[in-house]
């Protein structure tokens, strides 16, 4: 761990984890087992991310947001509060996702299932839940649940097969 890294006492870190430069790990952020956490990396409290994932440079949490196992979040991924991301699920590069809705309530974030891949800048509205192999088109704009197993794309995201 470096020491230009701020890391809470507070927060839980598991055996052969990797932080990089420059990251912030609030009180209450939990990692897991042989996690890599790349540079410029922001947890805020609540967060608990699973074993043997990676965390890209950039990639920031609001806080109370659940990231499964062997989950790999790319460079400046947005994880919003209450998001939940499942197991052996890829977000993309700048994949955001949101928990207020149009007047500032804060809804709670999306629900991306297991073994997902959400395309390069893809925004997914706040309270969605996307289920398990879901493949989301990049630039996409998901504001309504997709089935498992489906392809979405589009602006709004749409099914595509």
Do not use: W
Request: proline residues 2%; hydrophobic residues 35%.
């Amino acid at each position: 761990m470096n020491s230009n890294s701020i890391i809470h006492p507070g927060a839980q870190i598991g055996e052969d984890v990797t932080i990089g430069n420059f990251c912030h790990i609030h009180e209450g952020v939990v990692i897991g087992d042989r996690c890599v956490i790349r540079d410029y990396v922001e947890l805020r409290p609540g967060t608990v991310v699973g074993h043997d994932c990676v965390i890209d440079s950039r990639v920031s949490s609001s806080g109370e947001a659940v990231i499964g196992n062997h989950v790999t979040l790319r460079y400046d991924t947005i994880v919003a509060r209450g998001c939940r991301i499942g197991d052996h699920t890829y977000l993309s590069p700048r994949v955001m996702t949101n928990n207020l809705d149009s007047g500032g309530v804060s809804i709670g974030g999306a629900h991306i299932g297991s073994h997902c891949f959400i395309g390069t800048n893809a925004v997914i509205h706040h309270g969605i839940v996307v289920g398990d192999n879901v493949t989301v088109g990049a630039l996409s704009f998901v504001n309504k649940d997709c089935e498992s197993g489906r392809v979405y794309a589009g602006i709004p995201a749409k099914i595509l097969k």
